[in-house]
Every structure is written in structure tokens, then in C-alpha cells.
């Protein structure tokens, strides 16, 4: 076996850099050596087309580990950004959630202080002032406007059908 390795080793020569840069080129142009071009670089480079063949399979495999090094790089940055934006958000988040409590906060104590929780009857209300005019029936529809957003902001389903 030592003997068959030596054997071929005299006759594999080591590709110049004029040669190199001719593959490359080849390469560049077209990753997938066809039997003709395989020939004719072999022809144009003075050496077997085994050789050729085989510097284009290894150039294969050094260029597919660098495109998925390369891919791998821009998912991590990706990744990166991503997880930047995650974090901001989650913090707008919070800060939102705040905002929403004090809110919270502040209609319920308005309404201890300032507004009677009952619901009230819309047709009962119009039709007790039909000597009033537009007044009372204004009053009527702030009343029952504050009453709906009042119970949107707290989550009051209940109250939302007693007062439609």
C-alpha cells in the first residue's frame, strides 16, 4: 500500500497559484463542473482531470461552510435585534400597564366620590321630561356616555347591559 501511495504522489502536482486563480475564476462563474469543462481546464492547466474534479469538490465544500457560517452570522444579528426589540417592548408594556392601573385608580375613586353607580333607565328618564327639553335629556346622555366608559375602563360587563 506504501508503495501504490508514493506511486501517486510523483504524479500529483501541487496546483500554482496562476492555476488556483484559473479554478477560482472557473468557480465563480459556475459551481457545478460539467464533464466538458472539467476536460477543457484540465487541457488549459496541464494537469489530470481527477484533479480538477477534486479541487472543485473540496472548493464546494469550503463555500457551502462559509454561505452557512455567513447565514448563521446574519440570523444571529437578526436574533439580536429581535430580542433588542423584545425587551423595549416589554418595557412599554409595563410602563402602559402602569398607566392603566393609576387610570384604574382614578375612575374608581371618582366614582366613590362623585358618581351613583346605579343604572339608570333611559326611557324612564326621557319620558319623566318631556316638559324639560334638551337639558335633561343632555345630562341623561353624558350620565349614561361617563357610565359606558366608566365601565369599559374597569372591565364591567355587567353594568355595560344594564345601562344599553
Known amino acids: 500500500m506504501d508503495a501504490f501511495h508514493s506511486q501517486h504522489q510523483k504524479h500529483k502536482k501541487r496546483l500554482t497559484q496562476d492555476q488556483v486563480r484559473v479554478l477560482e475564476t472557473s468557480f465563480d462563474h459556475r459551481k457545478k463542473l460539467e464533464?466538458?469543462?472539467?476536460?477543457?481546464?484540465?487541457?488549459?492547466?496541464?494537469?489530470?482531470?481527477?484533479?480538477?474534479?477534486?479541487?472543485?469538490?473540496?472548493?464546494?465544500?469550503?463555500?457551502?461552510?462559509?454561505?452557512?457560517?455567513?447565514?448563521?452570522?446574519?440570523?444571529?444579528?437578526?436574533?439580536?435585534?429581535?430580542?433588542?426589540?423584545?425587551?423595549?417592548?416589554?418595557?412599554d408594556?409595563?410602563?402602559?400597564?402602569?398607566?392603566?392601573?393609576?387610570?384604574?385608580?382614578?375612575?374608581?375613586?371618582?366614582?366613590?366620590?362623585?358618581?351613583?353607580?346605579?343604572?339608570?333607565?333611559?326611557?324612564?328618564?326621557l319620558a319623566s321630561s318631556d316638559e324639560g327639553g334638551s337639558s335633561t335629556e343632555d345630562n341623561i346622555n353624558e350620565d349614561l356616555e361617563f357610565q359606558q366608559l366608566y365601565a369599559a375602563l374597569m372591565g364591567l360587563d355587567e353594568f355595560k347591559s344594564n345601562w344599553a
Open 93 to 125: 408594556v409595563m410602563r402602559l400597564q402602569g398607566e392603566l392601573e393609576k387610570a384604574h385608580e382614578m375612575l374608581h375613586a371618582f366614582n366613590y366620590a362623585n358618581f351613583n353607580p346605579t343604572p339608570i333607565n333611559v326611557s324612564t328618564a
Open 35 to 91: 464533464p466538458e469543462v472539467k476536460l477543457q481546464l484540465a487541457r488549459e492547466l496541464g494537469v489530470p482531470a481527477r484533479q480538477v474534479a477534486i479541487w472543485y469538490q473540496n472548493k464546494r465544500a469550503r463555500w457551502k461552510t462559509q454561505s452557512l457560517e455567513l447565514d448563521y452570522n446574519v440570523i444571529r444579528v437578526r436574533l439580536e435585534h429581535a430580542l433588542i426589540e423584545k425587551r423595549r417592548l416589554e418595557r
